[in-house]
C-alpha cells in the first residue's frame, strides 16, 4: 500500500513563474492536507480539502495560491508569479476521516526560487 | 493566534539517557496531541498520538498529556544516536480541522 505520494521531490522556478505540486493521497483516504515548512519553523496548515472540495483554505495567502482535489486524480497546490519568500518545502498529508489527525505526510516538494 | 510552543534546542542527552521534550499550547479546547519526528531533509513522521490526561507508553517513548496545564511531553528511554532529529509538537486546532505545530526541539545523542 503505498503511502502519500508527492511530485516533484525538488522544484526550482524563476521568480514570475507558476510552481504547481502533487499529492496523490494514500489508497482509502479522501482527506488532504497541505503544510508549508520555512526554514528552521514548523510547518503551518494551509488547505484541507476533501474530493471537488475545499473545505478550509484559512492558511492560504489571499493571492497567487490556489489548491484542488478533483474527482479524479492527485491534489494539486498552485502557486502563480512565485517569489523568493515563496521557497519553502510543502507537505501533504492524507487522512481517512476528517477527525483523524495522526496524518501520514508525503516525502514533500521543496521549492526554490531564484 | 493559537499556539504551540517548544524550546528549540538543542537538547543533548548521552546514549541511554532519558531524553524529556516539552510542549505547551494555548488553546484549551484541543483535545488531540501528536509527537512527530523530522530528520534534516526529510518529512515528519508521526510517533506518538495521545488524547487523554496521564501517560501512554509506545515501546521507548512515553507521552505524557495535562490538559489543565496546557503542556505535552515526549520521554525517550535509552536514548540512541538514531533518535537525534527534531521533534515536533502539534495540537490539534478547535476552530478548523488542522494541526498547529510547534517549531521543534532538535535533539542530539551523543555516542
Known amino acids: 500500500n503505498a503511502g502519500v505520494m508527492q511530485n516533484p521531490r525538488h522544484l526550482v522556478r524563476r521568480r514570475g513563474q507558476e510552481a504547481r505540486l502533487r499529492c496523490s493521497p494514500m489508497k482509502g483516504h479522501s482527506h488532504v492536507y497541505w503544510y508549508r515548512q520555512l526554514p528552521e519553523e514548523g510547518l503551518k496548515f494551509m488547505v484541507y480539502?476533501?474530493?471537488?472540495?475545499?473545505?478550509?483554505e484559512s492558511g492560504m495567502p489571499k493571492e497567487r495560491f490556489s489548491a484542488e482535489f478533483p474527482k479524479e486524480g492527485p491534489s494539486i497546490l498552485r502557486i502563480q508569479q512565485v517569489v523568493r519568500g515563496d521557497s519553502a518545502a510543502y507537505f501533504c498529508a492524507s487522512s481517512p476521516t476528517a477527525t483523524n489527525y495522526g496524518y501520514t505526510f508525503g516525502s514533500g516538494t521543496r521549492l526554490t526560487v531564484v | 493566534q493559537k499556539e504551540v510552543e517548544q524550546n528549540s534546542g538543542p537538547l543533548s542527552v548521552p546514549e541511554g539517557a532519558i531524553a524529556s521534550l516539552n510542549c505547551t499550547y494555548s488553546?484549551?479546547?484541543?483535545?488531540?496531541f501528536f509527537w512527530y519526528r523530522q530528520y534534516s531533509g526529510k518529512s515528519p513522521e508521526l510517533i506518538m498520538s495521545?488524547?487523554?490526561?496521564g501517560d501512554k507508553e509506545d515501546g521507548r517513548f512515553t507521552a505524557q498529556l495535562n490538559k489543565a496545564s496546557q503542556y505535552v511531553s515526549l520521554l525517550i528511554r535509552d536514548s540512541q544516536p538514531s533518535d537525534s532529529a527534531t521533534y515536533l509538537c502539534a495540537v490539534e486546532d478547535t476552530g478548523r480541522r488542522a494541526l498547529t505545530f510547534g517549531s521543534g526541539t532538535r535533539l542530539q545523542v551523543q555516542p
Open positions: 488553546d484549551r479546547g484541543s483535545q488531540s
Open positions: 480539502l476533501q474530493k471537488e472540495n475545499i473545505i478550509d
Open positions: 495521545i488524547y487523554s490526561n
